[in-house]
Each structure stands twice: as structure tokens, then as C-alpha cells.
């Protein structure tokens, strides 16, 4: 049935996440909901397994723990790089998002963790790695998929300004790339992608 969240569906969902403190972390309420393809692995597992089967005006609850959702903190993914290796004139503030070009040539996303010195400490680790996480979700709308979207491999937004159909899609963060030396996490869709998909995107980058 169109209307039943099953694989090559778009899906449009409002959403609310709370960390275990009960804090929100992020949320579509005031704004437009959050369009994915669902079963391509466009939010993180844990969230689109409670979505599966799911109809138009469901509303429902889900705790998703780390090891579907960001995936377990990982001391190891850590690096200290001498701050002469950044170009002359880099603006580094503790706490930012920084991408590093790595031996390979591709770039990988961290955070800025500390500034000593002579070094600089990045995090790989997503933001929500280690935390459980907890959706209110209510099921706006589901459609078919149209072909565009399915050979792109991700839903377009209708509510955005305009599509990205021929870029590789965003997350607010651009996608988080595995390399060898660091160990693939998950998730848009993006840490955020404006919204859960890229927030809730598994790397793949994926704001669910």
C-alpha cells in the first residue's frame, strides 16, 4: 500500500530528539517535516526499523541505543596533528568542525577538541556517538519513490529553495568518510543535514 513506510518509499516525518538527560537535541517542529527514502540506510538504523510497517498519522516513541544510531564512542579515534600542517593564516577554534585532507588525498570531518601549543587534538568521533537517543516521531506522508530519486538514492526535498538532483547530496555536515585508518561510524544524512537526515544519516555521513 502507498501508504505504509516500506522499502523505496519517501517518508515525510516531524520529530522531536531528546538525549537521556532529556534535553532536545534537535527537532522539525516550527518547520517544514523531513523527507527520506526509506531502506537505503538515508537515517540511522535504529530509527528507521521503528519506522518500517508504520502509516500516514502515526505518532510513536522509540529509544535507539549507540549501536544503532552513531555507534559506541571511540576513544581511538582521536588525532593529534602539529599545527604547522595547517596553511598559514587557519582559523582554529576549539569545539568547530574541521575537515582534514588525509594521506590519500580524500577528506575526513572531526572536531576540534583541544589547541595546545604546538598540536591540535581532532575528534572523529559524531557529536551523538555514545548517546542514546529518544524520537517522538509522527508520520506525515508516504509516497513511491519517483526514479530520480531512486537512482540518486535519497528523497528531494520538496521544501527546499532548490534540489540538489546532480550534486552528491549534503548533510549539514558534509558525508563522514571511513579511510584506513579510522573505523566507518554511522549515519543523512550529514550530522545534520538541516534536518534528521543527515542528523539521523548514517555515512555513509544524515538530522536521524
Known amino acids: 500500500?502507498?501508504?505504509?513506510?516500506?522499502?523505496?518509499?519517501?517518508?515525510?516525518?516531524?520529530?522531536?530528539?531528546?538525549?537521556?538527560?532529556?534535553?532536545?537535541e534537535d527537532t522539525t517542529e516550527g518547520e517544514a517535516p523531513l523527507?527520506?527514502?526509506?531502506?537505503?540506510g538515508g537515517i540511522?538504523?535504529?530509527?528507521?526499523?521503528?519506522?518500517e510497517g508504520r502509516s500516514i498519522g502515526d505518532r510513536f516513541q522509540v529509544t535507539v541505543e549507540p549501536a544503532e544510531g552513531y555507534g559506541e564512542y571511540?576513544?581511538?579515534?582521536?588525532?593529534?596533528?602539529?599545527?604547522?600542517?595547517?596553511?598559514e593564516g587557519t582559523e582554529l577554534?576549539?569545539?568547530?568542525?574541521?575537515?582534514?585532507?588525509?594521506?590519500?588525498?580524500t577528506t575526513t570531518q572531526g572536531i576540534i577538541e583541544r589547541i595546545d601549543k604546538n598540536d591540535v587534538l581532532i575528534n572523529y568521533n559524531h557529536p551523538l556517538a555514545g548517546e542514546t537517543l529518544t524520537f517522538d516521531v509522527e508520520v506525515v506522508d508516504v509516497r513511491d519513490a519517483t526514479q530520480e530519486e531512486l537512482e540518486h538514492g535519497h528523497a528531494h526535498d520538496p521544501?527546499?529553495?532548490?534540489?540538489?538532483?546532480?550534486?552528491?547530496?549534503?548533510?549539514?555536515?558534509?558525508?563522514?568518510?571511513d579511510d584506513d585508518d579510522f573505523e566507518?561510524?554511522?549515519?543523512?544524512?550529514?550530522?545534520?543535514?538541516?534536518?534528521?537526515?543527515?542528523?539521523l544519516g548514517e555515512d555513509n555521513g544524515k538530522k536521524a
Not at 35 to 40: A, E, K, S
Not at 74 to 87: H, K, Q, R, V, Y
Not at 93 to 105: H, K, R
Open 35 to 40: 523527507p527520506y527514502l526509506h531502506g537505503v
Open 44 to 51: 540511522i538504523p535504529g530509527l528507521e526499523k521503528a519506522l
Open 159 to 177: 521544501y527546499a529553495e532548490e534540489d540538489e538532483d546532480d550534486e552528491e547530496w549534503e548533510d549539514d555536515d558534509e558525508e563522514w568518510e
Open 93 to 105: 577554534t576549539e569545539g568547530e568542525e574541521i575537515f582534514v585532507e588525509l594521506d590519500d588525498g
Open 184 to 199: 566507518e561510524w554511522e549515519d543523512d544524512d550529514e550530522w545534520e543535514e538541516d534536518d534528521l537526515e543527515d542528523d
Open 74 to 87: 571511540d576513544e581511538e579515534l582521536s588525532e593529534s596533528i602539529p599545527l604547522n600542517a595547517f596553511p
Open 1 to 24: 500500500m502507498a501508504d505504509k513506510v516500506e522499502k523505496n518509499k519517501v517518508v515525510e516525518i516531524h520529530y522531536t530528539l531528546r538525549l537521556a538527560d532529556g534535553s532536545i
